[in-house]
């Protein structure tokens, strides 16, 4: 039986006309500029988060340490300019990029926050292969 989604998820959906984009789970998955799968997911306190995998991780040691210097530096200098922030994976194998909004976000809101994250997604996928 299919999980209920999010209402921004129900909402944003139905205004693109990709009801498919809904997953069994509630989650959607959406292209975005043709290149970039991302999705969207209710969280526990009822905001929208936004994210993308970005890169898998270095295995653990040096390489991985250095990965995290670089990417650290740049993240700390993104924070003041972009609503996202990069992420670890609970099982610690993958970096990704990540953007909450409001639950009370209006349907223009939602287009604005994906938008604001397709560009920094842009710069982060080529900022992690620089950094690899």
């Not at 299919?2 to 998820?9: F, N």
């Not at 610690?92 to 909004?101: F, H, K, P």
Request: charged share 20%.
């Amino acid at each position: 039986m299919p999980s209920p989604s999010h209402p921004l998820i129900d909402q944003y959906v139905a205004r693109h006309g990709i009801p498919e984009a809904v997953r069994a789970d509630g989650r959607a998955t959406v292209i975005v500029d043709d290149k970039y799968r991302v999705h969207l997911a209710g969280t526990h306190n009822g905001w929208l988060a936004i994210s993308a995998r970005l890169c898998g991780l270095p295995p653990a040691g040096v390489a991985r340490d250095e990965f995290f210097a670089t990417v650290g530096q740049l993240a700390a200098g993104m924070l003041s300019r972009q609503p996202s922030a990069c992420v670890v994976d609970a099982a610690e194998e993958s970096l990704w990029l990540q953007q909450v909004v409001r639950p009370d976000t209006d349907a223009v809101g939602v287009d604005e926050a994906l938008g604001s994250f397709a560009n920094a997604l842009s710069f982060w996928s080529g900022a992690v292969q620089r950094a690899a």
